[in-house]
């Protein structure tokens, strides 16, 4: 399961926040497994900020050099930096939004 940061959420939650929730998550249901990742919108410095915290998955909007440097970066510490968000649950295009996310976070045993 893919647990997504709102969209330019480091900008107002920042990296701390945003490992602490996910380790806070881990530890309320230890068997679930999750990819968690943190959007950083078009802003560099967030980034940044997320892999020094360690959190290995964002998603950056900028492109060019500063996007290339970016990914050098996050090679080198074995994260990965997405393009964008994946459409593991898109609200926006759900028939009914309730359903779907009661259908996403479902218990699966």
């Not at 920042?14 to 943190?38: C, D, V």
């Not at 915290?53 to 998603?59: D, R, S």
């Not at 997405?82 to 295009?93: G, Q, S, T």
Request: neutral net charge; glycine residues 8%.
């Amino acid at each position: 399961m893919t647990l997504l940061s709102p969209s330019g959420a480091a900008a107002y939650w920042g990296a701390l926040y945003f490992q602490s929730l996910m380790r806070l998550a881990g530890e309320a249901e230890p068997e679930a497994r999750f990819t968690a990742i943190l959007d950083c919108a078009d802003r560099p410095g967030d980034v940044l900020a997320a892999f020094r915290q360690g959190i290995k998955h964002v998603v950056f909007h900028g492109t060019g050099e500063v996007r290339d440097k970016l990914a050098a970066i996050a090679e080198a510490q074995g994260a990965r930096l997405l393009a964008r968000v994946p459409a593991d649950l898109d609200l926006a295009r759900m028939r009914d939004p309730v359903a779907a996310c009661r259908d996403l976070f479902a218990v699966r045993l």
